[in-house]
């Protein structure tokens, strides 16, 4: 079969395809350990002479059929789940730095991955220069070193919802022989790809719109197999140079484009854990099976409220990139003409007690410190996720302290206005 299917077809038929007698849908392979006849076959998995499954800790089947269905989606070359977005992003960078290397992240990026940039892997020698994504290319480029290893940015941020220039970006660390890095969790696969506009490695946080239902934490690192890692041997020693963990491999020469991904499996996740559970891989595949649907109906539904909102005399102000004369309308719809994601934030006129005020009223959406499920729900991220930042650093990641959150789920777009009216109502 040569056809290439569209994504729908993807989310459906990908992954596991079951053989004659088979079970139809993706068994949850529920075991830490799997079965071999010889001590030498066994042997030959650990040496990577042959790949096969032994232990849980590092690989599980229910894990890569899903993993494939992602990696699919993106057009990407490997894949691996991870058990959350942030061991997705940790994993990303920490597979090609070590202690002494640098990272170039935007400002924008969602507060956990800021705190694990910025503060964690600080800790770990790993230095971390933060720029404004809207900034010219020139004056992005002054933040290179070089020791820098990889750019890191989000296609659309969370919550501050810039959409990223990925030309610019992509431009910009390939000038520099790093790849770019892009969490692309808020737009999913189905609204853009960020391979197709030169991003190098892709990162999910599978919990959000993939799960889609508020189940599972879980992440997903995808390799689109384009960065050249042995052009520049020097830089990326741990793909280049032989592995003394194992038998001195070179990453790069055994394993060709999947060197990455199979550094990160036999290197990252055996020594520091971290897998997703077959579990909550089997939940995330029944996730992937209706993101299509779910994506288009998220973005209806958030555009007709942004656009409620913007006609409300009570709003000081609403971001959404789907909106005509959004900062970031023309980006998104050049990156995701199909739609963005269906997260929007604004501002009440009463500044930030007023939204405390009108959030306390909601009947329907809820307070949880979750987006993007089926399930509307709102979170102030000034007293909630980014409450550890001073002022200037909400400011940077385009956090203002009124800023509202509002994950527009799948209920009926007049059941989600008519709360938020009469919400808004009682603010004074
Ligand atoms: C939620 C989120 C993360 C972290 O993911 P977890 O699954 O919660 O660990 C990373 N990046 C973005 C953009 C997110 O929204």
Same mark, same amino acid.
């Given at each position: 079969m040569s056809r290439q299917y569209k994504k729908e077809t993807i989310c459906i038929q990908s992954g596991w395809k079951p053989g004659? $007698?088979?079970?139809?849908v993706l068994p949850?392979?529920?075991?830490?350990t799997f079965k071999y006849e010889s001590s030498e076959q066994m042997g030959r998995l650990f040496d990577l002479e042959e790949s096969g499954y032994f232990?849980?800790?590092?690989?599980n089947p229910t894990n890569d059929y899903v993993a494939a269905k992602i990696c699919e989606l993106e057009g990407g070359v490997a894949a691996m789940l991870t058990s959350s977005g942030q061991a997705a992003c940790h994993f990303a960078v920490f597979n090609i730095c070590e202690a002494g290397d640098h990272v170039v992240m935007s400002s924008t990026v969602y507060g956990g991955t800021f705190n694990l940039l910025t503060c964690t892997m600080k800790k770990m020698g790993i230095g971390c220069t933060v720029v404004?994504?809207?900034?010219p290319e020139e004056e992005i480029a002054?933040?290179? &070193?070089?020791n820098t290893k990889c750019v890191f940015a989000e296609t659309?941020?969370?919550?501050?919802?810039v959409v990223l220039d990925l030309e610019k970006f992509a431009r910009l660390a390939h000038d520099h022989q790093v790849p770019l890095i892009v969490d692309n969790t808020f737009a999913t696969p189905i609204n853009c790809n960020p391979f197709a506009w030169g991003a190098d490695i892709v990162v999910h946080s599978?919990?959000?719109?993939?799960?889609?239902?508020?189940?599972a934490v879980g992440g997903c690192i995808v390799d689109s $197999?384009?960065?050249?890692?042995s052009a520049c041997p020097d830089k990326f020693p741990g793909l280049c140079t032989p592995d003394e963990s194992y038998h001195g491999i070179t990453y790069t020469e055994k394993f060709g484009k999947a060197a990455y991904i199979t550094k990160a499996t036999s290197q990252l996740m055996r020594d520091l854990g971290s897998i997703q559970s077959p579990q909550n891989a089997f939940l995330l595949n029944v996730g992937l099976e209706t993101l299509p649907l779910r994506m288009e109906r998220h973005c209806y539904n958030a555009l007709k409220t942004a656009e409620y909102l913007e006609r409300?005399?009570?709003?000081?102000w609403v971001n959404y990139p $789907?909106?005509? $004369?959004? &900062?970031?309308y023309d980006l998104a719809q050049k990156y995701m003409p199909n739609g963005t994601c269906g997260v929007i934030s604004f501002g009440l006129k009463g500044g930030r007690q007023a939204a405390a005020q009108m959030m306390d009223h909601l009947e329907l959406a809820a307070i949880v410190?979750?987006?993007?499920?089926a399930r509307t729900s709102v979170l102030h991220p000034a007293s909630h996720?980014?409450?550890?930042?001073?002022d200037e650093q909400l400011r940077e990641a385009g956090v203002a302290p009124d800023l509202i959150r509002l994950s527009v789920g799948l209920e009926h777009i007049e059941d989600i206005i008519a709360d938020l009216e009469q919400a808004i109502s009682k603010v004074s």
């Amino acid at each position: 079969m040569s056809r290439q299917y569209k994504k729908e077809t993807i989310c459906i038929q990908s992954g596991w395809k079951p053989g004659n $007698g088979e079970p139809r849908v993706l068994p949850i392979y529920q075991s830490t350990t799997f079965k071999y006849e010889s001590s030498e076959q066994m042997g030959r998995l650990f040496d990577l002479e042959e790949s096969g499954y032994f232990y849980s800790r590092l690989q599980n089947p229910t894990n890569d059929y899903v993993a494939a269905k992602i990696c699919e989606l993106e057009g990407g070359v490997a894949a691996m789940l991870t058990s959350s977005g942030q061991a997705a992003c940790h994993f990303a960078v920490f597979n090609i730095c070590e202690a002494g290397d640098h990272v170039v992240m935007s400002s924008t990026v969602y507060g956990g991955t800021f705190n694990l940039l910025t503060c964690t892997m600080k800790k770990m020698g790993i230095g971390c220069t933060v720029v404004d994504p809207d900034a010219p290319e020139e004056e992005i480029a002054k933040a290179f &070193k070089p020791n820098t290893k990889c750019v890191f940015a989000e296609t659309i941020a969370n919550p501050a919802l810039v959409v990223l220039d990925l030309e610019k970006f992509a431009r910009l660390a390939h000038d520099h022989q790093v790849p770019l890095i892009v969490d692309n969790t808020f737009a999913t696969p189905i609204n853009c790809n960020p391979f197709a506009w030169g991003a190098d490695i892709v990162v999910h946080s599978t919990t959000k719109y993939m799960d889609g239902h508020a189940m599972a934490v879980g992440g997903c690192i995808v390799d689109s $197999g384009h960065f050249d890692w042995s052009a520049c041997p020097d830089k990326f020693p741990g793909l280049c140079t032989p592995d003394e963990s194992y038998h001195g491999i070179t990453y790069t020469e055994k394993f060709g484009k999947a060197a990455y991904i199979t550094k990160a499996t036999s290197q990252l996740m055996r020594d520091l854990g971290s897998i997703q559970s077959p579990q909550n891989a089997f939940l995330l595949n029944v996730g992937l099976e209706t993101l299509p649907l779910r994506m288009e109906r998220h973005c209806y539904n958030a555009l007709k409220t942004a656009e409620y909102l913007e006609r409300h005399d009570k709003v000081a102000w609403v971001n959404y990139p $789907g909106l005509k $004369g959004n &900062k970031y309308y023309d980006l998104a719809q050049k990156y995701m003409p199909n739609g963005t994601c269906g997260v929007i934030s604004f501002g009440l006129k009463g500044g930030r007690q007023a939204a405390a005020q009108m959030m306390d009223h909601l009947e329907l959406a809820a307070i949880v410190t979750h987006v993007a499920d089926a399930r509307t729900s709102v979170l102030h991220p000034a007293s909630h996720t980014h409450r550890q930042m001073n002022d200037e650093q909400l400011r940077e990641a385009g956090v203002a302290p009124d800023l509202i959150r509002l994950s527009v789920g799948l209920e009926h777009i007049e059941d989600i206005i008519a709360d938020l009216e009469q919400a808004i109502s009682k603010v004074s």
